[in-house]
């Protein structure tokens, strides 16, 4: 399990918005960031120069948006060189995937869920181990939002044990898409939470979603964090300890104090946990 001591306990997602904020007066308040490799390892100029002297003096993580795990298409070996080259440049500490496919025949603009399949498993953590290989490190992959599972033969928490034991990587635990998961599929969330491995739990996500009724929530990483899903990731600290974990905002981006109010929610939480541990009312 990834701890504190390996990039900090709280991050932030960062966007090209942010840069000048973050480089003119960094918060304390987080110890590290995240990216998506695929919008940063192409640039140039006065982007690139601002994103080394970042990574130059604050932890990174990425997270991959197009490395397409549960494809049937052939791994794209080059892209794996090339993020395996990035993430030395940069040191990044980690690097995590959506355990989703994104391409068959050609790219999908989407994150397509993998069908729940004992087929798919084998199929799936194949390809896990392989990156894993050619990156010489572990990956996370993390738990994705769908909204139908055509070919469905197992659960969602089993297809993911399964996957998380077959490819031996770590987890990237993402309490919105649980939560959202949980309503738009009629599942015990805190039961979801209680199964999955915390020695295997890398770092987390939480963000907010769009309500689009009452029995369907679309992840969407443009609005506040709600409450219920504040309340699970409370939960997720009592089951599996404090775990790094990292506010995800894709657009509608607010101001950057309205993000920092939610990136001390998550200290907060994580400080209630520590407390109660300690019997400190």
Request: contains cysteine; glycine residues 6%.
């Amino acid at each position: 399990m990834i701890t504190k001591d390996t990039f900090g306990n709280v991050g932030l997602g960062l966007r090209r918005e942010m840069l000048d904020d973050l480089l003119g007066a960094p918060p304390k308040t987080i110890d590290f960031y995240e990216v998506a490799p695929e919008n940063w390892m192409t640039l140039g100029g006065k982007f690139a120069a601002q994103f080394a002297r970042l990574t130059e003096q604050h932890n990174f993580v990425c997270h991959g948006l197009s490395l397409s795990l549960g494809s049937c298409d052939a791994l794209d070996t080059q892209f794996i060189a090339e993020l395996k080259v990035f993430f030395e440049q940069h040191n990044i500490k980690c690097y995590s995937e959506h355990l989703s496919y994104c391409s068959g025949n050609g790219h999908m603009y989407d994150l397509m869920p993998i069908p729940f399949t004992e087929e798919a498993v084998l199929h799936t953590a194949k390809r896990i181990a392989e990156v894993q290989n050619r990156l010489e490190r572990r990956i996370a992959v993390e738990n994705v939002s769908y909204y139908a599972a055509p070919g469905q033969q197992m659960s969602e928490i089993d297809f993911t044990l399964a996957v998380l034991q077959e490819a031996d990587c770590d987890l990237l635990l993402d309490v919105n898409n649980i939560y959202v998961n949980s309503i738009n599929h009629g599942y015990d969330a805190e039961a979801f939470l209680a199964a999955l491995p915390s020695e295997r739990i890398a770092y987390g996500h939480i963000a907010g979603h769009y309500v689009e009724a009452q029995d369907l929530l679309i992840d969407t990483h443009g609005a506040e964090v709600c409450d219920p899903v504040w309340q699970l990731l409370q939960k997720a600290y009592n089951i599996h300890g404090v775990f790094p974990t990292l506010l995800e905002r894709d657009f509608n981006l607010p101001p950057m104090n309205e993000l920092l109010t939610e990136v001390e929610q998550i200290h907060q939480a994580q400080l209630l946990h520590q407390n109660e541990q300690r019997g400190i009312a």
